[in-house]
C-alpha cells in the first residue's frame, strides 16, 4: 500500500526566507505526485504536479525517486503563502485517479 | 478552473437521523467523483469513489451501508450518511474527476457535520 509522509505539521519562516516543505512517500511503482494548497477558509486547490514540471505561485518541486521524495520549496516565502499544504499521490493501477494524503503542513510566513 | 459545489455547507443533526451531501461539478462532467473525510487537523482520508451509473467502490473500514453513496449523472453525486451518531461528526469534502488523461481533482468546499 501506498503512504505519504509530511514529518512537519508546523513550518514558521518570515518573509522573504527560504522554504521547503518536505514529503517522503512509499510505493513500489511509478507514483504521480501533487502538492495541494488550502488557504484559510477556503477549499483544496492544486497546486502543482511533478509531471508538469512547472513553477506555480514561485514554487518548485522535484521528484527524487532515489529518496523517494518531492518536497517543496520556494526562494523567497511570501505573507500570501501562509496555508496548508498537502502533499499527495496518485498510485495508477486498479487505483487510478485515487489520492493518498500526507498529513499536511501548516505553514505560516511572518512579516 | 472547473467548479464544484457541496450543498449544505454544514448541517447539524439529531443522533439518529440520516443526512444527505451533494456533490455537484457545475461546469463539467465528473466520471469519478471522491468522497473524504476530514477529522480536525487531520489528513483528508478517502472514504469512497463513486463512478455515474455504478456502484461506488469503499475503503477499507468504510461502512457502505452507513455512508450511502449515489452517482445519478456525470455533475451530481450524493453521500447518505444514514442513522448518523455523534462520531460521524465530521469535514465531508467531495472531489471530482473529468476523466481522460489529466488526472486532476477539483474540490468542493465541504460539509461540516455535526451531529447531537
Known amino acids: 500500500a501506498q503512504r505519504v509522509t509530511q514529518p512537519e505539521k508546523l513550518l514558521s519562516v518570515f518573509k522573504g526566507a527560504p522554504v521547503e516543505l518536505k514529503c517522503n512517500y512509499s510505493?513500489?511503482?511509478?507514483?504521480?505526485l501533487f502538492w495541494y494548497v488550502q488557504y484559510s477558509r477556503q477549499r483544496l486547490q492544486l497546486l502543482l504536479r511533478?509531471?508538469s514540471r512547472e513553477s506555480i505561485k514561485g514554487f518548485t518541486a522535484d521528484l527524487n525517486k532515489g529518496e523517494t521524495s518531492f518536497h517543496l520549496k520556494k526562494p523567497f516565502a511570501q505573507e500570501e503563502d501562509s496555508a496548508m499544504y498537502y502533499c499527495?499521490?496518485?498510485?495508477?493501477?486498479?487505483?487510478?485517479?485515487?489520492?493518498?494524503f500526507g498529513q499536511g503542513t501548516i505553514l505560516t510566513v511572518h512579516p | 478552473g472547473a467548479v464544484v459545489s457541496q450543498h449544505p455547507s454544514r448541517v447539524i443533526c439529531k443522533s439518529g437521523t440520516s443526512v444527505k451531501i451533494e456533490c455537484r461539478s457545475l461546469d463539467f462532467q465528473a466520471t469519478t467523483m471522491f468522497w473524504y473525510r476530514q477529522f480536525p487537523k487531520q489528513s483528508l482520508m478517502l472514504m469512497a469513489t463513486?463512478?455515474?451509473?455504478?456502484?461506488?467502490?469503499?475503503e477499507q473500514g468504510v461502512e457502505k451501508d452507513k455512508f450511502l453513496i449515489n452517482h445519478a449523472s456525470l455533475t451530481l453525486s450524493t453521500l447518505t450518511v444514514t442513522s448518523a451518531h455523534p462520531e460521524d461528526s465530521s469535514f465531508y469534502i467531495c472531489?471530482?474527476?473529468?476523466?481522460?488523461?489529466?488526472?486532476?481533482?477539483?474540490f468542493g468546499p465541504g460539509t461540516r457535520l455535526t451531529v447531537l
Open positions: 463513486s463512478n455515474e451509473g455504478s456502484k461506488a467502490t469503499y
Open positions: 511533478h509531471i
Open positions: 510505493y513500489s511503482g511509478s507514483p504521480e
Open positions: 499527495a499521490l496518485n498510485a495508477g493501477g486498479t487505483s487510478y485517479g485515487k489520492l493518498t
Open positions: 472531489s471530482a474527476r473529468a476523466g481522460g488523461l489529466a488526472n486532476e481533482q477539483f
